[in-house]
């Protein structure tokens, strides 16, 4: 069962990426706790201006698979990983 | 007189029992539609206010006897259950005295009841057959000056609602067919724009008369109780539509949390909206617990802004496809914490309501509902990153105009926002705001003919869309200055994502650009743009001729504007993309730097996309190398969270 543009329920119930089958976690799991994660900053990234470091710290996550880029998320520094999806399997 | 519970239990002996086939019924609903469609027609019509008549701000919906919408017809989708308060106020409190008479028209703009701020008024007349309340019609527009603190009906600098101007409690404005001029006054007396006030309140009653013409002669036609059978059984067949297409989806709890920077004027505040979405069976539960706190600026929702905001999402993306009416309401479970912004305390300022955060929560629980679709392949079409939520700029005046009268209103630039992208197709450059999606924005020409500003550029902002696999819609950009002909001008905005961009994108995109607000002036700014000159096209472009700029928040209160001034932005009203920007086709990324959508920056750093700048052709070469150096970063960069901590 697809739950995310790159991301399964696999017969097992396990998480899996699309692109690569890259088996990430249990499908009951938070995916981004088991996945790369990078933290960037806003402004590195053209069109964004942030003048106050301490608002928004970009944070990436990736397939380890693959390196797919699967989620971007924008919160204060430190911020522990949104549970985004949680499929009754 | 009869008790409030007698009067519904009058009106529900009086359908019961009525053998309505099916075929009677779909033609019957399909009257009462097109009756609320009309109605909010004339509204819209009648208004000369550019929210309505462009914007789309006005509702027209039939109520039952006790207040629930049996048939909404609606621009503004935050309205569509956000004024069954009123009725339910004015049948508690004005039933037994001073009573509820056959042509009574009464007004309410009281954000803690219904609608969503004091900007939104609603008038509500109750409909009788042989002496009975059955019925009830009602219209609502966003009438942007209320006698606030500052002109335009949205002060930033609000710390109360008091602040916000007046606030109706269900008075009459009409009694029993003829106009109460005493009770008009107390608006009319404490309004900038009266002359506005009243062409907006005679839309609302021409409306209503539309309305009202209608639904009697359709009882005469086919009998009071029918029509009242068919009211309810809209309720029933929108409730049955919302919860087949619920058991559909997979259950499970799917989870945002949203952002913003600036809670008012002048006040930077970094606040959070939590949404949690929780799908069992035929019900949603959507719980807002771990939201920030009521805020002291006007940044917070009053209890129905906030369902008016869920309502903006679930009535266009989850339930589209459902007429709308009282009954979609009834599979949901909303959960709001006390004194919090998305459920301010008593008295708390709530002018940014539709803006701010209403348009982040739309924006996040429109995100979810796309990530719930994911669990069924029939509705991959309908997935959606976030439409334009907390970034963006709406910019309010007053003064006196080129043609010598007062006023005090808004620009409507933010209505065309991006739109978030699909799962196999990008979103819509400035193609419309979530929460009201047939909105159109003035043309240049007639805004500068009616209103005190001239344009030196109004364009499609570049790299403001989310960059994603498929990029997010852009936003507005523009720069204004101050007609040389209007006596006095004073201006500000309400904006937010200036530090924390307000909108994500879904599944890998890049969250969009941040809000970039400037005012430039000096001597000599003005003389740089003579007639035929080539003129700035962006924020960078302008400041660079400026002797003298400045950098605002997001949020600033009403200041004085010079001839000469310019205020200007960049960065506002994008919305998210969807996946990851190294799969976006190179040949797309090309389209969108010739487009103006994205720069050559943004192509080759976040895309991995190298153009030529001479020849404006992709380096196919260089393209592929350096996407090999984003991953190879990537995989450097990248560390497990679990092992971080």
Redesign the interface.
């Known amino acids: 069962?697809?739950?995310?543009?790159?991301l399964e329920i696999d017969e097992n119930k396990k998480i899996r990426c699309l692109k690569c089958g890259k088996i990430i976690c249990d499908a009951t799991e938070n995916y981004?706790?088991?996945?790369?994660?990078?933290e960037r900053d806003?402004g590195?990234?053209?069109?964004?201006?942030?003048?106050?470091p301490?608002?928004?710290t970009?944070y990436?996550?990736?397939c380890p698979g693959c390196?797919?880029?699967?989620?971007?998320?924008?919160?204060?520094k430190g911020t522990?990983?949104?549970?985004?999806?949680?499929?009754?399997v | 007189m009869l008790k409030k519970e007698q009067i519904i239990e009058e009106a529900k002996h009086m359908r019961e029992g009525v053998d309505l086939s099916d075929v009677e019924y779909e033609i019957l609903s399909y009257r009462l539609y097109s009756l609320v469609n009309e109605s909010r027609q004339a509204v819209m019509r009648v208004s000369g206010s550019p929210v309505v008549a462009e914007g789309g701000e006005a509702l027209f919906a039939i109520y039952n006897t006790e207040g629930l919408g049996a048939a909404l017809a609606c621009g503004l989708l935050l309205h569509m259950m956000g004024t069954q308060g009123f009725i339910e106020e004015i049948l508690n409190l004005q039933l037994e005295h001073p009573g509820i008479n056959d042509g009574d028209i009464f007004m309410y703009n009281e954000p803690s009841i219904g609608g969503i701020h004091a900007c939104d008024q609603w008038l509500g007349t109750p409909i009788f057959r042989e002496n009975k309340l059955v019925a009830w019609l009602g219209a609502l527009t966003h009438t942007a000056e209320t006698g606030a603190i500052e002109p335009g009906g949205m002060p930033p600098s609000s710390r109360s609602l008091l602040h916000e101007g007046y606030r109706v409690q269900g008075i009459k404005v009409q009694e029993k067919g003829k106009l109460n001029q005493a009770a008009l006054n107390c608006v009319l007396r404490s309004t900038r724009d009266p002359a506005y006030y009243m062409l907006d309140m005679h839309a609302k009653i021409a409306g209503l008369n539309v309305g009202k013409n209608r639904l009697l002669k359709l009882m005469d036609q086919y009998g009071t109780k029918t029509i009242l059978a068919v009211m309810e059984r809209n309720m029933e067949y929108s409730e049955g539509l919302a919860r087949a297409k619920l058991r559909e989806l997979r259950d499970g709890t799917w989870r945002a949390v949203i952002y913003g920077d600036c809670e008012g004027s002048d006040l930077e505040k970094l606040w959070r909206i939590n949404v949690t979405m929780t799908k069992k069976g035929d019900k949603l539960i959507i719980d807002f617990t771990g939201s920030s706190g009521t805020n002291l600026g006007p940044v917070n929702c009053m209890r129905p802004g906030t369902i008016g905001a869920i309502f903006v999402a679930i009535g266009s993306q989850l339930f589209w496809e459902v007429p709308w009416n009282y009954g979609m309401w009834k599979p949901l479970e909303v959960i709001l914490p006390e004194d919090s912004l998305v459920n301010a305390k008593w008295m708390s300022p709530c002018a940014m309501c539709p803006p701010v955060p209403g348009t982040s929560i739309s924006a996040a629980v429109g995100e979810l509902v796309g990530k719930m679709y994911f669990t069924n392949q029939k509705y991959w079409n309908d997935i959606n990153a976030c439409w334009r939520g907390g970034c963006s700029c709406s910019i309010l005046y007053g003064g006196v105009t080129q043609h010598g009268y007062r006023t005090g209103t808004m620009f409507s630039e933010s209505w065309g926002s991006g739109t978030g992208a699909g799962i196999d197709r990008d979103g819509v450059d400035t193609g419309g705001l979530l929460m009201t999606v047939e909105s159109c924005i003035a043309d240049v020409e007639m805004s500068e003919l009616q209103n005190p500003f001239l344009y030196l550029w109004r364009r499609e902002g570049i790299d403001t869309g989310g960059a994603a696999r498929w990029r997010g819609g852009s936003g507005v950009s523009l720069a204004i200055m101050a007609h040389h002909k209007s006596p006095y001008i004073e201006l500000g905005w309400l904006g937010q994502g200036k530090e924390t961009s307000g909108v994500y994108s879904s599944c890998g995109g890049y969250p969009i650009s941040s809000f970039f607000p400037v005012i430039c002036r000096g001597p000599g700014l003005k003389e740089k743009f003579p007639k035929g000159a080539s003129k700035p096209n962006c924020v960078d472009e302008l400041t660079k001729l400026s002797r003298k700029t400045k950098e605002y928040p997001s949020m600033v209160s009403i200041r004085p504007i010079k001839d000469g001034d310019i205020f200007a932005f960049d960065g506002a009203h994008g919305a998210g993309g969807m996946g990851d920007p190294l799969d976006r086709e190179p040949e797309r990324v090309l389209s969108d730097v010739k487009n103006g959508y994205h720069s050559f920056e943004m192509a080759s750093k976040v895309y991995g996309v190298v153009i030529d700048p001479d020849t404006v052709k992709v380096n196919e070469k260089a393209t592929k190398k350096r996407r090999e150096e984003i991953i190879a970063e990537r995989k450097k960069i990248g560390k497990i969270w679990k092992e971080k901590k």
């Open positions: 069962m697809r739950i995310h543009y790159y981004k706790l088991h996945v790369p994660q990078a806003p590195e990234i053209p069109g964004r201006r942030p003048k106050k301490e608002f928004a970009y990436e996550y990736y390196f797919t880029m699967l989620d971007v998320e924008t919160k204060p522990p990983p949104v549970h985004d999806i949680q499929i009754k």
